[in-house]
């Protein structure tokens, strides 16, 4: 009591430290049964794959960084990038589009939308594969009439690669239309009314002001979008590219070794789809700038603080020791 | 401007650089219609290239400041006079360093709006406007938004335009500023201007009704 009322503990002098906590902690005995059943598991999982299973690990040796497999790999990501390229750019104007005070191009937008969102991406990449069957030849307006154009055949356009990134960036562009969207949405109201009080055309606002603050909701459903390309792009088989998947495909189809090559094409998708998600992190950073007072620590960063605060109560002990002396 | 919530003060600001547009009557800034153009007796909607034109001549600060949070300091003031008015950027860096400079705040050039206090961004919001070399400067209640301690630095800046002959129309709550600063003073209510005068003669002695139970409860 007198402490409070004296008024000697508020200020600066420091009265006795109160004696430190030394309780005996909480047990936690869920923690170490649901170790133990999860160990059980991996145990046998991993008994089963290795003993059991009696795959060729020679094979999957053997493959994992054989020629065809790596010609797979720079397919697979070629047509993950351009698809995405095809989907971010077609799906900002779409997006742009149906937010237009323009009834006809808002419509056309929902209507794109509506359509490619519609039909299954596999029958998309396999109609542009197969749409010289029934129209051998690029043509523009009316046959018979001066108004007629007749481009080249529609095969040597439409190469198989073609069909599966039409397919797969078609697709994905109706889908990034409504992440971008959203994105758009998400920007208040008195940004761009401050934009165009300072004169801003419309389109000067919208990719000065409101697609760059849009981004930080757009990146991160965009990096799924990606790592969801990147398996996708495993469709592309029907149009007999030769990505990984086809590649894998193809040799077990000559060897027999199906399960060892799923191993080795699963293998590297997972790879690829790690790496991604890194990439993603950094974006994300990148376009938080401004949105926070400080950026999320990098991983590196966190290392180092977490080392460091490990280190610390073993600096400070040695420190509490060498002034006891 | 003063007047109760709902009045249409803000309303009528926006209308000055065609943000809102009107259904009736003629609105005109140094002589030229906003958002139309009266060629004989017709009167032509102007596109949008005009319009921006125009607005680009007219500065507007908002109650919640409205920076743009990816842009620094700065980049908020040299955007719009490179963008709009096609300035160098050498040029336009150089008089938002200026301006930061006038309106105390030199240092933070490079900090992004987050990291700044409201009346610091307010008044990076004022020399944004400013950058544009404005005819007009247009205040939404400038001062609402932030904290009793920070409302002195913005109305200081404010009055520092008011004596370099900077032509401002103001909507505040703070009727001290507004006696000093304003050469004249507009009560708003349902949308219609009922008194309008010297700041001093409508402040002590109000005309009508609706101003004197408003300013009872402000004053
Ligand atoms: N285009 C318009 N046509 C008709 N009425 C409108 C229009 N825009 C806004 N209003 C109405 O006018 C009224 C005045 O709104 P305004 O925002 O101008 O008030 P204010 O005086 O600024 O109030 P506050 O002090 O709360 O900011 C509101 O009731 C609003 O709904
Ligand atoms: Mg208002």
Sequence with gaps: MSDITSGQRLGASPGPRPEAIKAIPVRHPGRWVSAILVLLVVAQVVYTILVQAGLKWEVVGHYLFQGLIRGGIVV???????????????????????????????????????????????????????????????????????FYWRGPGTNSLITNFMAAL?????????????????????????QSEAAQALGMTRMLVMRRIILPQAMRVIIPPTGNETISMLKTSSLAFVAAVPELFTRGEQIASANFNVVELIFVVSTWYLFMTSILTVGQFYLERYFARGSQREL??????????????????FVASIWRSTRAR | ????????????????????????????????LVGYQQRGDKLYELGDDAVCKKRSEIG?????????????????????????????????????????????????????????????????????????????????????ALDPELVGEVLDVMRGLAEDGMTMVVV???????????????????????????????????QHERTRSFLSKVL
């Design chain 1, 76 to 146: 697979t990501l070629e047509l993950t990038v351009l698809a995405m390229i095809i989907g971010v750019a077609l799906g900002i104007v779409l997006a742009v589009m149906r937010l237009s005070p323009n009834p006809v191009v808002s419509w056309v937008s929902w209507f794109y939308i509506w359509f490619f969102r519609g039909t299954p991406v596999l029958v998309q990449i396999f109609f542009w594969f197969n749409l010289n069957l029934v129209l051998p030849h690029l043509t523009l307006g009316i046959a018979g009439t001066p």
């Design chain 1, 166 to 190: 039409l397919g797969l960036g078609l697709n994905e562009a109706a889908y990034m239309a409504e992440i971008v969207r959203a994105g758009l949405i998400s920007v208040e109201q008195g």
């Design chain 1, 296 to 313: 999320p620590t990098t991983p590196l960063q966190r290392l180092r603080r977490m080392l460091f605060t490990l280190h610390a109560p």
């Design chain 2, 1 to 32: 401007m003063i007047g109760p919530s709902g009045s249409g003060k803000s309303t009528f600001l926006r209308c000055i650089n065609h943000l809102e547009k009107i259904d009736a009557g003629r609105l005109s800034v140094d002589g030229e």
């Design chain 2, 60 to 144: 507007m600060v908002f109650q919640h400041f409205n920076l743009f949070p990816h842009m620094t300091a700065l980049e908020n003031l040299v955007e719009a006079p490179i963008r709009v008015k096609r300035e160098s950027r050498a040029v336009a860096v150089e008089r938002g360093r200026r301006l930061l400079e006038r309106v105390g705040l030199g240092e933070k050039m490079h900090a992004y709006p987050k990291q700044l206090s409201g009346g610091q961004q307010q008044r990076v919001a004022i020399a944004r406007a400013l950058a544009m070399q404005p005819k007009l400067m247009l205040f939404d209640e400038p001062t609402s």
């Design chain 2, 172 to 206: 505040t709550h703070e009727m001290g500023f507004a006696r000093e600063v304003s050469d004249s003073l507009v009560f708003m209510d349902g949308g219609v201007v009922v008194e309008k005068g010297k700041p001093r003669d409508v402040l002590a002695n109000p």
